[in-house]
Nanobody, 113 residues
């Protein structure tokens, strides 16, 4: 499985960004996808995840602001990020769980104050 993430960028505090991650390869093996992030000097943390059945999970700091969704075909996962804060600044990584775990390349999100 290969994951291609896109959509990062620079936004002002309070703004919105949307991330996308497209999976290719053995996508039928995927049973969940999600987003992690890693800020400078911090450990990578899970931001949100969604199962193939549509169940979602969020880190508490983004609940009510971020929404994860998929296209229902185990191919693309999205992360809609609203009301962004400077502390959301990080490199965001797409992850998929299936026969193994797979990581995409990171996409940088920078939120200016």
């Amino acid at each position: 499985v290969q994951l291609q993430a896109s959509g990062g960028g620079l936004v002002q505090s309070g703004g919105s960004l949307s991330l996308s991650c497209v999976a290719s390869g053995s996508i039928l093996s995927i049973n969940a996808m999600g987003w992690y992030r890693q800020a400078p000097g911090k450990q990578r943390e899970m931001v949100a995840a969604i199962t193939s059945g549509g169940f979602t999970n969020y880190v508490s700091s983004v609940k009510g602001r971020f929404t994860i969704s998929n296209d229902g075909a185990k191919n693309t996962v999205y992360l809609q990020m609203n009301s962004l804060k400077p502390e959301d600044t990080a490199v965001y990584y797409c992850k998929a769980w299936g026969a193994a775990t797979y990581w995409g390349q990171g996409t940088l999100v920078t939120v200016s104050s």
